[in-house]
């Protein structure tokens, strides 16, 4: 979420100007961090907000990183009517985007149409110009259902398919059409919702693909899963899915391994502006993981899962302290009890996942 007071800190800060019940300027998520952490540089350095993150990438060196940009990239301001959230990054800050080398952005969420389908039009040509692939959203429906490829190995590839769902806040009419942009919606998780995305993965994958659904789905907040979303999740993996990469959440929630599958029911925020605003303080929502999932090319199979605990401090992401990443492990131990997962200490304070 690299709009609104995380795009202020940045070297070309947009306009600042809000359309929220309490909050007008985005300036004021800033002043809340920084009353909270401390002084943020203004203007800070691209790489800023990603702060010790990026060490890990370089030592990790995965062969794709996926990751949910939740943010319109646009100058325009027609507000989305109805929404009391908007989030936008001005297009000469894209260069904070590009310092994590994503190999893809997923768009299908509840925020990249906050400033209408010329702000999505926008996003679209200004990552497109920046060379970063994009799935989940586009002109019609066809472009915005279309997975985004990232060859990797001796001519394996990773498919990643990014639909959305209006559990997770995304308005029906953001849906694509044909003759209107938006997302990729599915409108409920249902059996036969499922077998649609598992038939559009299996006409695209070929021997040596791993297939990844991310999906924007489920509430913001709270550890339980709907059986809705498991039997979904479950119909994916059935289909051809290998990874699914949920999100939504402001904090992790379960992570199951089915049929050798990996399946993220909530990764947590990541970047975002919202350090110092209270309420749901149980959830320790300043506490991220960066996931490192290692998968065999030949099955799809889950093989290893690494996950680094950070802290967004100072609108930065800094490794978490020893206790708070102890915390986490618990927490994700008993959430995962249901699902046959816990998670170890690792080396380097990182967790590492276990399943039956």
């Known amino acids: 979420m690299l709009g609104r007071g995380v795009d202020q800190i940045l070297p070309h800060p947009g306009a600042p100007a809000l359309r929220e019940g309490y909050v007008r300027d985005a300036r004021t998520y800033v002043e809340l961090a920084e009353a909270a952490n401390g002084p943020v540089p203004r203007p800070a350095g691209f790489s800023w907000p990603w702060g010790e993150v990026l060490a890990l990438l370089n030592g990790a060196a995965p062969c794709a990183r996926v990751l949910n940009l939740e943010t319109s990239v646009t100058q325009c301001g027609d507000f989305s009517p109805g929404k009391a959230i908007h989030y936008r990054m001005n297009p000469p800050n894209v260069p904070c985007l590009a310092a994590a080398r994503p190999d893809v952005c ?36 066809q472009e915005a259902r279309r997975p985004a490829v ?88 059935d289909g051809g899915v290998d990874v699914v990469h949920g999100h939504s959440s402001h904090h992790p929630r379960p992570i199951e391994v089915y049929r050798g599958k990996l399946v993220l029911y909530g990764c947590g925020d990541f ?57 986490l492990g618990r927490v994700l131990g008993r959430i995962g009890g249901r699902f046959g997962t816990r998670c170890d200490a690792g080396p380097d304070g990182e967790l590492v996942l276990r399943w039956a």
């Open 150 to 237: 990232v060859p990797v190995g001796a001519g394996g590839r990773v498919l990643v398919f990014s639909f959305g769902m209006p559990s997770s806040g995304i308005p029906r009419g953001w849906a694509a059409t044909d003759v209107r942009p938006g997302v990729d919606l599915v409108a409920e998780a249902t059996d036969a919702a499922a077998a649609a995305v598992a038939g559009r993965v299996r006409r695209a994958k070929q021997p040596g693909d791993v297939a990844v659904a991310s999906v924007h789905w489920g509430p913001n907040w709270g550890y339980d899963v709907s059986r809705h979303e498991v039997r979904f999740a479950h119909a994916l993996v």
């Open 271 to 327: 970047i975002d502006d919202y350090e110092g605003i209270t309420g749901y303080e149980q959830y320790r929502d300043d506490l991220r993981l960066a996931y490192f999932a290692s998968a065999d090319p030949d099955t799809g199979a889950l093989t290893d899962l690494r996950m680094a605990p950070l802290q967004a401090r100072r609108l930065r992401l800094e490794r978490a302290a020893h206790q708070d990443a102890e915390w």
């Open 106 to 141: 997923v768009l299908a969420n509840n925020h990249v149409l906050d400033f209408g389908p010329r702000g999505l039009e926008e996003t679209l040509d200004t990552l497109a110009d920046a060379g970063l692939r994009t799935a989940g959203a586009g002109r019609d429906e």
